[in-house]
């Protein structure tokens, strides 16, 4: 069965730094494109960042580019997410999903909560 | 950016019942429409994808019809553990998006 699992989430405060993980298994990483999904407290869905399988394309949501890096360790078979410039607008529920287009497997999601 | 417009935000359904959520696209995205369920504390979980082929493992009773810019999700006879918030989803275009999603409730 496959399994995403993020990790990283946390507390940090308007314009700080945070680096979400998200380890991959029970399935050939990397042959998949990856991307990560957020959901505010309460809201919808919106899609942050997608990288292809071999890492040479990447592609961000408007309100995120200049500020997320997302990038990939085959070898390891783990995704990242490097926020940079948090804003209060960041706070998430951040998903790691597998896929390009649609999404047949999800984490269970790691909160970044953005404070002062 | 494509705009995705569900109806209603809240359908309040008997168990048993029909359940009939809408999807509306703010330009034609062809086939390339999802449907996932969530559920408090969980992550989404795919039912349809292809606007209306059944994932893996998800039940006949859910069903998904349209293309350009109308799209339904069909639950034909509501079970206990259906009741949760449905969103649609294009892959058309990037960025991919989702509409505001549709709760479904216990009446």
């Known amino acids: 069965e496959v399994q995403l699992v993020e990790s990283g989430g946390g507390l940090v405060q308007p314009g700080g730094s945070l680096r979400l993980s998200c380890a991959a298994s029970?399935?050939?990483?990397?042959?998949?494109?990856m991307t990560w999904v957020r959901q505010a407290p309460g809201k919808g869905l919106e899609w942050v960042a997608n990288i292809k399988q071999d890492g040479s394309q990447k592609y961000y949501v408007d309100s995120v580019r200049g500020r997320f890096t997302i990038s990939r360790d085959n070898a390891e078979n783990s995704l990242y997410l490097q926020m940079n410039s948090l804003r209060a607008e960041d706070t998430a529920v951040y998903f790691c999903?597998?896929?390009?287009?649609?999404?047949?497997?999800w984490g269970q999601g790691t909160l970044v909560t953005v404070s002062s | 950016e494509i705009i995705l417009t569900q109806s209603p935000d809240t359908l309040s359904v008997s168990p048993g019942e029909r359940a009939t959520l809408s999807c509306r696209a703010s330009q034609s995205v062809s086939s390339n429409l999802a449907w996932y369920q969530q559920k408090p504390g969980q992550a989404p979980r795919l039912l349809i994808y292809?606007?209306?082929t059944r994932a893996t493992g998800i039940p006949p009773r859910f069903s998904g019809s349209g293309s350009g810019t109308e799209f339904t999700l069909t639950v034909s006879s509501l079970q206990s553990e259906d009741f949760a918030v449905y969103y649609c989803q294009q892959y058309d275009d990037w960025p991919g998006t989702f509409g505001q999603g549709t709760k479904v409730e216990i009446k």
């Open positions: 292809g606007a209306s």
């Open positions: 999903a597998k896929g390009k287009s649609f999404f047949d497997n």
């Open positions: 029970e399935f050939t990483f990397s042959t998949y494109s």
